[in-house]
Structure formats: structure tokens, C-alpha cells
């Protein structure tokens, strides 16, 4: 006894539903479709692959480009406390320098610190992510599992890498007692345990 064949889940846009005899699960849409309609779904995924490929691209000349420049963010911290200095000058001599000295000493710190975490992000990038899209584009096949993961994995970057243009180091004064507070951060991302 032959059992009837299933229709494809598919409809267009119009409503109208494809009368043709179901193939397979798709796993992109978790609709049982026709063979044109596999394809179809396999057209888009392909697609969306190239844009994420763009993406990656992308990102890899952005992070290519990055370099620490903490010359624009000293200039700027120097400044209020040159600021400071010249209000309280005469009972402030000392701090001031002291402080100055520290300021220097974060930015030694947070340099090599933003070379690591430049460095992991380009790890993550290239030994990662990209091995995995250079798998994933020889495929004849691409699941949505697999292109989900990448851009995920490429927004984790991202964010590594928008934190790295981000000021880690800041001043704050208390002209009450005098003091001055110099804060740097840990990157967010770098500190996280994985």
C-alpha cells in the first residue's frame, strides 16, 4: 500500500502555497519543501555566508589598522592636570608629579595590555573564525547552525575590538581635600573567565 505524498510547506509572499511533493526537512525554515524550494532556502544562506564574509573582511582590515595611540589621550589627561596644577601650584608641587609619574606608568601598562588583547582578538579572528568560514565555503552545504556560530563568534570580536578604542585610563579630582584619583580599567571582554 503506497502512502500519500506530503505538499511543500511553501508559500509565497502572495499566500500562494507550492504544489509539488515534499522532499526533505529544511533545517534553515523547519519546513518539509520540494527540491526547489531546498534550493532556494540553500540560495539564501549562501547569501547571508557572503555577507558575513564582507563582515569579516571588514573587521579583519579594522583590526589590521588598530595601533595604540595613547598620545591623543595624554595630551588630554595632562591637561586638566596641568589645569589642576596651575590652581593649587604652590602646595601641590609634589602630587602633582607623583601623579604624573603614575599616569605614565598605567600607560605602560595598558599598552602591553592592549597589545594581548589585540593580539587574542587577531588569534580568535584568524585561528577561529576564519578557519572556520574557509571550511564552512568549501561546503556544498550550509546549515544555519554553522553561520549562527560565525556571527556570533564575530560579534564577540567586535566588541573586543570596539573596546579596544575605547579610553581605559581617566582622571577625577576632589578639590576638597585636594586629591586626585587616577582609574584605569581592565578591558571588559579581556577580563571576562571563559
Known amino acids: 500500500m503506497a502512502s500519500a505524498r506530503n505538499l511543500c510547506q511553501h508559500s509565497d509572499t502572495d499566500g500562494t ?15 518539509q519543501l520540494c527540491l526547489k524550494h531546498l534550493n532556494s532556502h540553500q540560495d539564501l544562506l549562501r547569501s547571508d555566508l557572503y555577507h558575513l564574509c564582507d563582515d569579516i573582511d571588514h ?16 595630551e588630554y589627561l595632562f591637561k586638566q592636570l596641568d589645569q ?5 601650584i604652590n602646595s601641590l608641587t609634589k602630587i602633582y608629579l607623583e601623579k604624573k609619574q603614575e599616569i605614565e606608568i598605567l600607560y605602560l601598562k595598558s599598552h602591553m595590555e592592549f597589545d594581548v588583547y589585540k593580539d587574542k582578538k587577531d588569534k580568535e579572528l584568524k585561528d577561529n573564525l576564519i578557519k572556520q568560514l574557509n571550511k564552512v565555503l568549501k561546503q556544498k552545504q550550509i546549515h544555519i547552525e554553522d553561520l549562527n556560530n560565525m556571527k556570533n563568534k564575530l560579534d564577540y570580536i567586535q566588541r573586543g575590538l570596539d573596546e579596544l578604542k575605547q579610553l581605559n585610563i ?13 582609574i584605569k580599567k581592565r578591558y571588559i571582554e579581556a577580563a571576562k573567565v571563559r
Open 17 to 31: 502555497q507550492c504544489t509539488s511533493n515534499d522532499y526533505i526537512l529544511c533545517p534553515h525554515c523547519q519546513l
Open 59 to 74: 573587521l579583519r582590515m579594522n583590526l589590521d589598522n588598530l595601533v595604540f595611540d595613547s598620545s591623543n589621550q595624554r
Open 84 to 88: 589642576w596644577y596651575d590652581q593649587w
Open 170 to 182: 581617566d582622571i577625577q579630582f576632589n578639590n576638597t581635600n585636594f586629591d586626585i584619583n587616577i
